[in-house]
């Protein structure tokens, strides 16, 4: 049974930083692309970033592109999102997902985990 488990979410101040972490069980993730949404009260759940398998290719929403940085260590079975100059607008609850494809979007996901939630104050 594949499992995502996301931590590392909180209250922070508009211009902060925070690192999320997602650990993945079930399965190795070497061979999959893994990746970050964000779903805000109200509205539907929206693309942040995904990275390759191999770490080649990185993707992001423009909305955080040069704030965040999503990486990943298959050895530890773990990625992150490194999230900086956070704004009001970053609060969510933030879902890490895996599946075979990276792209700009969830088409490629198959695996969710349950979210963790960033609340950002201005």
């Known amino acids: 049974q594949v499992q995502l488990v996301e931590s590392g979410g909180g209250l922070v101040q508009a211009g902060g930083s925070l690192r999320l972490s997602c650990a993945a069980s079930?399965?190795?993730?070497?061979?999959?692309?893994m990746g970050w949404f964000r779903q805000s009260p109200g509205k539907e759940r929206e693309f942040v970033a995904t990275?390759?398998?191999?770490?080649?290719?990185?993707y992001y929403a423009d909305s955080v592109k040069g704030r965040f940085t999503i990486s990943r260590d298959n050895a530890k079975n773990t990625v992150w999102l490194q999230m900086n100059s956070l704004k009001p607008e970053d609060t969510a609850v933030y879902y890490c997902?895996?599946?075979?494809?990276?792209?700009?979007?969830?088409?490629?996901?198959?695996?969710w985990g349950k979210g963790t939630l960033v609340t950002v104050s201005s």
């Open positions: 997902a895996m599946g075979i494809m990276a792209g700009k979007g969830s088409a490629g996901m198959d695996y």
């Open positions: 990275i390759s398998w191999s770490s080649e290719r990185t």
């Open positions: 079930g399965l190795p993730v070497s061979t999959y692309a």
